[in-house]
């Protein structure tokens, strides 16, 4: 086996392995949602004071942004899976990318690291969304 079909390999494992943990993005996805869906449907079936309504819109708002980097997350955990599968062509999915007017040119050319990097990254922010809507959820519990 040469060095290229060795690196090869480990980058096609690389982004199998980052696939599987950008997959765990949809449990966060969930809780998110229940969170999200409760701040509606708490809002909507009560008579809810000024501080309750805020507390609500703000949980909403951010269920909005983690529902984005949900998406995102998801699409990314595809897209490693199938840069896997191909033994991480990285020149073709790079063209394919760029023909759908996906990626800019100046994103072309980066090692697979980077992009795994920036996919746990957006993982990160998603985690952080749900961690801002229970923070905002206990804030409002405790000083209501």
Do not use: Y
């Not at 390999?9 to 980052?18: F, G, H, K, M, R």
């Not at 909005?64 to 020149?91: G, I, N, Q, T, Y």
């Amino acid at each position: 086996m040469g060095a290229d079909t060795a690196t090869a390999n480990d980058d096609a494992w690389s982004a199998a392995i980052a696939a599987a943990v950008l997959r765990r993005g949809a449990m966060v996805h969930i809780a998110s949602l229940v969170l999200s869906a409760a701040a509606i449907v708490v809002g909507a079936a009560a008579r809810a004071d000024v501080a309750f309504l805020i507390a609500a819109c703000i949980i909403v708002a951010l269920g909005v942004v983690e529902f984005w980097l949900a998406a995102r997350v998801a699409l990314d955990a595809e897209l490693l899976d199938a840069l896997a599968a191909r033994h991480a062509d990285l020149a073709g999915f790079d063209g394919a990318m760029q023909r759908l007017h996906l990626m800019p040119p100046g994103k072309a050319g980066r090692p697979i690291g980077a992009r795994i990097r920036g996919a746990l990254r957006l993982l990160k922010l998603q985690a952080a969304m749900l961690g801002l809507q229970l923070a905002v959820l206990v804030v409002f519990a405790l000083w209501a």
